[in-house]
């Protein structure tokens, strides 16, 4: 785990056969809720929370329950990309505050749920999902993780 200040230290993603290693700012979710089903198309509502984002909606084609294992972990993550640190790797007064002003955009995230053996799998890959974090304070307490993506 990469905290805010070790981030010129972050690998790249990289594949390994069917394997992505995938450096992530990962938002844990802590309710997701069911909102409805739309009778006129396949869609279900989901209303989710995750720590350090704004709550969301997104409709989706099938049920989480059908796509999710038995209390399965779900995270909204960011992919990290060392773009976003700008020409410099070290990080300065400056490089931090446009690093802030970029994390704080609104972003697309992917859904990922946890599956044994340390890996993750990316679900609802055909909804948008967009995202945003809450405050300054929870983007300066982020950490980048590497999720094994299958």
């Not at 805010?4 to 309710?31: D, E, K, N, Q």
């Amino acid at each position: 785990m990469y905290d805010f200040h070790s981030l010129a230290r972050v690998p790249l993603p990289r594949f390994f056969g069917r394997l992505l290693t995938l450096p992530c700012i990962a938002y844990h979710v802590t309710m997701i809720q069911l909102k409805g089903a739309d009778p006129s198309t396949p869609n279900y509502m989901y209303s989710i929370q995750a720590s350090g984002l704004t709550p969301l909606e997104i409709a989706l084609p099938v049920k989480l329950e059908d796509i999710t294992r038995p209390q399965g972990v779900l995270y909204l993550v960011r992919p990290w990309h060392s773009k976003l640190l700008g020409p410099s790797a070290k990080l300065d007064a400056v490089t931090e505050a446009q690093l802030v002003a970029a994390l704080w955009t609104p972003f697309n995230a992917l859904l990922l749920t946890q599956l044994p053996h340390n890996e993750h799998k990316r679900i609802a890959s055909s909804t948008l999902i967009t995202a945003q974090p809450i405050d300054r304070a929870s983007i300066m307490n982020s950490r980048i993780s590497i999720f094994n993506v299958v």
